[in-house]
């Protein structure tokens, strides 16, 4: 799993137009957190495409020397290709950070709007964003920012439905490609650094207390897309 990037000062490949920039962003993500494998049908499911798009897609990439591909093997990111992804995640989630905390947004409302701005804004934009906004660690979702040189930590996690009953543990991180999971823990007051206890866990479905006060159960589903750190 990555955890830091390369030094350097460049972040953006020659010719990466927005579909690009698209693409090892999101190549980066599915991988994120676990390491996990990105296959050309994973990639063509998160984008929303047809697998024979995702394939003309990673050709060209691999033409700029973003990703390095070969038949039935994972897509990976070359050294340029994550430096470009990392440059990705610092814009969309500063400006998320941005919308949250300055315009008031939800933190279920501006991953589209993120989206949009992150290929619009210039880098100029996103370092006096970085600064106005203190420098954040982390966005309003739990995932970090990756500082000016494209460095940032990653906590020690576990998703919640892996953890057992009666553990007291700290919410770190929740997937915004899930919004039942951001609305539920919206409702319920629960945040990112809020301390729930897990009271039961059973076949994935969790049940806790914390957040609003009085004990509220989460689906596996709910509860897959919730990181969180627990005592040693």
């Not at 989206?115 to 804004?121: F, G, K, M």
């Not at 997937?175 to 809020?194: C, N």
Request: hydrophobic share 40%.
């Amino acid at each position: 799993m990555p955890r830091t990037s390369a030094q350097g000062q460049s972040t953006h490949a020659p010719a990466a137009t927005t579909s690009v920039e698209d693409y090892a962003k999101t190549i980066y993500g599915i991988a994120e957190w676990e390491g996990a494998a990105v296959t050309a049908s994973a990639l063509a499911k998160k984008l929303g495409v047809s697998n024979p798009s995702v394939t003309l897609m990673v050709k060209k990439m691999a033409e700029l020397g973003l990703v390095d591909h070969q038949p039935y093997a994972p897509i990976r990111l070359t050294h340029a290709g994550h430096r470009l992804a990392l440059a990705m995640v610092r814009r969309h989630r500063l400006i998320e950070t941005w919308l949250v905390n300055e315009l008031g947004y939800g933190w279920d409302e501006v991953h589209e709007e993120a989206e949009r701005l992150e290929h619009a804004v210039s880098e100029v934009f996103v370092d006096r964003l970085d600064e106005r906004l203190g420098r954040p660690a982390s966005d309003p979702h739990g995932d970090p920012i990756p500082a000016k040189d494209l460095k940032m930590h990653y906590p020690s996690t576990t998703r919640l439905c892996q953890v057992p009953g009666r553990t007291q543990a700290v919410v770190e991180q929740v997937d915004d490609a899930v919004p039942e999971a951001l609305r539920i823990l919206a409702e319920q007051q629960v945040t990112i650094g809020s301390s729930v206890q897990v009271l039961e866990a059973l076949d994935g479905e969790v049940t806790l207390a914390g957040g609003a006060g009085s004990g509220f159960s989460l689906s596996h589903d709910v509860a897959h897309a919730v990181r969180v750190s627990t005592a040693a």
